[in-house]
């Protein structure tokens, strides 16, 4: 069956080949390619990927961003999970990125008492209250969603 869907191309080919070569008109060169696609089915399957890529560049450029998404999803994972180290480390990320993130400071605040890394909590605490201006004699326990755990981590000890 291959060999006679092979002869089949072939035969379109030519014709379609030596149409496009004795009516040379605007049709000729797409006439051309055709033929030539049906030739080389491998041809067909590079040309193709080609301009999927070229068409996808207008819509999808290649464009390499300073910084990764703001995504909570993996963090929330694996504090759902009770892994609080983890945790720290997704919110520590997102923190580095992007510094305003209020959540990801009180996070890492709750996770570190949770496993009982109280001087990094006390750091994290400091740098929240200076980089938005609370006072010192604001709750700060209320807002996270730890509030105490005895996960018996010992990654950030004292």
């Not at 480390?89 to 996770?111: F, T």
Request: some cysteine; proline content about 5%; glycine content about 4%.
């Amino acid at each position: 069956m291959r060999k006679v869907l092979a002869v089949i191309r072939w035969i379109m080919a030519a014709f379609l080949a030596s149409f496009a070569i004795r009516n040379i008109t605007v049709a000729t060169p797409p006439l051309l390619l055709v033929a030539s696609l049906l030739i080389c089915p491998e041809i067909a399957m590079s040309f193709a990927e080609f301009c999927g890529r070229c068409w996808a560049g207008l819509f999808y450029p290649e464009d390499r961003f300073n910084k990764p998404p703001l995504s909570y999803t993996l963090a929330d994972f694996y504090c759902k999970n009770h892994r609080h180290e983890e945790t720290v480390r997704e919110h520590l990320g997102i923190i580095r990125h992007y510094p305003d993130q209020r959540k990801s400071y009180l996070e890492v605040i709750a996770h570190c008492r949770a496993i009982g890394a109280t001087k990094m909590a006390n750091q994290y605490e400091r740098r929240f209250r200076k980089r938005f201006k609370i006072a010192r004699s604001r709750n700060l326990s209320g807002k996270c969603s730890v509030s105490a755990a005895d996960s018996g981590c010992d990654l950030f000890p004292d």
